[in-house]
């Protein structure tokens, strides 16, 4: 268990971490991206829905 944890902190040294600044752009990206697809899925759900609603009243 011992040569697990060393081995972990081994690692975690050779990791490359993001800057600050990369951190926020990829922030920006992620909440843009989330955004973007739940206007698409927000849009179609309201489509569909309209759809039905037609077809149910005729």
Same mark, same amino acid.
Do not use: C
């Given at each position: 268990?011992i040569?697990y +944890?060393k081995? !972990? *902190?081994? /690692?975690m040294?050779?990791v490359? #971490?993001?800057?600050?600044?990369q951190? $926020?752009r /990829?922030t !920006?990206? !992620?909440? *843009?991206v $989330? %955004?973007i +697809? *739940?206007i =698409? %899925? @927000? @849009? $179609?759900d #309201? =489509?569909l829905q309209? =759809? !039905?609603n037609?077809?149910? *009243?005729?």
């Amino acid at each position: 268990m011992i040569t697990y +944890f060393k081995n !972990v *902190a081994a /690692e975690m040294k050779k990791v490359t #971490w993001l800057t600050p600044q990369q951190t $926020s752009r /990829e922030t !920006v990206a !992620v909440i *843009a991206v $989330s %955004i973007i +697809f *739940a206007i =698409i %899925i @927000g @849009g $179609s759900d #309201w =489509i569909l829905q309209q =759809i !039905v609603n037609f077809l149910l *009243a005729h």
